[in-house]
């Protein structure tokens, strides 16, 4: 069965998307199979893997009964669009709205070795869905004042999800995203997040660049846009491995730095 990460934080532009959108790749470099699930009406994900906006049946689809998750994966990648707002509507009324993706991703999870799913910017129903079709949950933070804060409320409600419907949902940490440590406030954030949570920060922190908007543009991942800046990605996926006892693919990754450097 796949190992299914949710990466998630109650603020936007925290860097889920770009995160999930990397670390897909990174884990596929490292010759794993990566399903990759779109959670944001937003679509920013499906975008940023240049997915054919007409793709269908999406999430949307699959959440509500309508398509099978075989139907609804479009490339190794189960889109969204804003569809899924209306979905999540209609979703709230029903029983067992909190299980659907955990079941509707059941059929598919022999397929794959990781499921990443981007979560969009609040712990609604949505987010809750991936916390409940997940084994392990990935806090996105800013490196900004307050960074902490945001740690904190996602951790509540990753204690939740665990205290009724997932309560075998592990933690597997934060990542400080859009990080210059140059700066005083970036500085600080990470020393905050450390005292907090300590390994559980996965290092290094991910480099403020406008690259990131740029390949996003282009539907292009960091690793292929700026291989400089990508190491950031590949040495946490390289972590994550790690955590996860893939052990050949952190070592793929390894080998991956190490012909870049
Ligand atoms: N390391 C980075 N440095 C600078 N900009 C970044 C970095 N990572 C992401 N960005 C940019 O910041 C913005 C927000 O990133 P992203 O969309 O990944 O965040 P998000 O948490 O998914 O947002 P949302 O909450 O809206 O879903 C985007 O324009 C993205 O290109
Ligand atoms: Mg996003």
Redesign the pocket.
């Known amino acids: 069965m796949a190992k299914t990460i949710a990466v998630l934080?109650q603020?936007?532009?925290?860097?889920?998307?770009?995160?999930v959108r990397t670390l897909t790749d990174a884990f596929r470099r490292a010759k794993l199979k990566v399903l990759a699930v779109d959670l944001?009406p937003?679509g920013?994900l499906s975008d940023y893997f240049d997915t054919d906006p007409e793709a269908s049946p999406t999430i949307a689809e699959l959440l509500l009964g309508r398509a099978t998750a075989a139907e609804a994966i479009h490339g190794d990648l189960i889109p969204a669009n804003l569809g899924l707002a209306e979905a999540e509507l209609v979703l709230g009324g029903k029983l067992g709205r909190e299980l659907t993706l955990r079941k509707a991703l059941k059929d598919v999870g022999d397929e794959y070795d990781i499921v990443m799913i981007?979560c969009?910017?609040a712990l609604g129903l949505l987010t809750v869905n991936a916390l409940v079709a997940a084994d392990h949950a990935l806090i996105?933070a800013e490196a900004q004042y307050f960074a902490m804060q945001g740690v904190e409320q996602a951790l509540e409600v990753i204690e939740l999800a665990r205290d009724g419907l997932n309560p075998d949902l592990a933690w597997l940490g934060v990542i400080l995203?859009?990080?210059d440590l140059r700066t005083v406030h970036s500085r600080e954030a990470r020393a905050a997040l450390l005292e907090h949570v300590g390994d559980r920060l996965i290092e290094p922190v991910?480099?403020?660049?406008?690259a990131?908007?740029e390949s996003?543009e282009r539907g292009l991942s960091i690793i292929d846009y700026r291989p400089d800046l990508g190491s950031d990605y590949l040495e946490i996926a390289g972590e994550i491995l790690k955590r996860l006892e893939f052990n050949k693919g952190a070592k793929r990754i390894a080998k991956l730095l190490a012909a870049n450097s």
């Open positions: 934080s603020k936007g532009g925290t860097g889920k998307t770009t995160t944001d937003q920013n981007d969009p910017p996105s995203n859009i990080a991910i480099r403020s660049s406008i990131y908007a996003a």
